[in-house]
Nanobody, 123 residues
Framework: QVQLVESGGGSVQAGGSLRLSCAAS???????LGWFRQAPGKEREFVAA????????LYEDSVKGRFTISRDNAKNTVYLQMNNLGPEDTAVYYC?????????????????WGQGTQITVFS
């Protein structure tokens, strides 16, 4: 079992930055950690993922060059640094975990989910 708790959500003006954190607990060794988001009326979509070692990352095309995923295994925490935010980034952001998995965009490949944190970007 893995428990995930996101933090760092809020409101920001377009062009601004935010950093999300996801604290993981439980059987975290070797887990793939990722971020998804869901905007109102839309399906949940993949944002980014990183392997336990940090050696492999995967990003959705729309966030490449703007978002950076990182993790601190000593703190069992994964981060999502989001720069140059736009209104299209407004969504609830979820942290997700998959034990011993390769990076994947498929939400079905993740076994554990956080409760989500709201990001609102206003112009």
């Amino acid at each position: 079992q893995v428990q995930l708790v996101e933090s760092g959500g809020g409101s920001v003006q377009a062009g601004g930055s935010l950093r999300l954190s996801c604290a993981a607990s439980g059987r975290t060794f070797g887990t793939l950690l990722g971020w998804f988001r869901q905007a109102p009326g839309k399906e949940r979509e993949f944002v980014a993922a990183m392997t336990w070692s940090g050696g492999r990352t995967l990003y959705e095309d729309s966030v490449k060059g703007r978002f950076t995923i990182s993790r601190d295994n000593a703190k069992n925490t994964v981060y999502l640094q989001m720069n140059n935010l736009g209104p299209e980034d407004t969504a609830v952001y979820y942290c997700a975990a998959a034990p011993w998995a390769n990076p994947t965009r498929n939400a079905g490949g993740y076994n554990y989910w956080g409760q989500g944190t709201q990001i609102t970007v206003f112009s």
